[in-house]
């Protein structure tokens, strides 16, 4: 996750409040991770996919 991306305006209502989360994929569980950001105000999901190996 970069810092652009927490303080990125959402592009459908404007607004900075924002939830990063993190999801564990099911069939990878034990490597690797999906990481997104959640728009507070409309949900909009700003970084969908971005999925990380661990070694
Ligand atoms: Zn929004």
């Given at each position: 996750?970069?810092?652009e991306q927490l303080?990125?305006?959402c592009p459908k209502c404007g607004s900075t409040d924002k939830t990063a989360?993190?999801?564990f994929l099911d069939e990878y569980k034990a490597h690797a991770k999906l990481?997104?950001?959640v728009c507070d105000g409309?949900?909009?999901i700003?970084?969908?996919s971005e999925i990380s190996e661990k070694e």
């Amino acid at each position: 996750m970069k810092l652009e991306q927490l303080l990125a305006k959402c592009p459908k209502c404007g607004s900075t409040d924002k939830t990063a989360k993190r999801k564990f994929l099911d069939e990878y569980k034990a490597h690797a991770k999906l990481d997104y950001i959640v728009c507070d105000g409309c949900g909009y999901i700003f970084e969908e996919s971005e999925i990380s190996e661990k070694e």
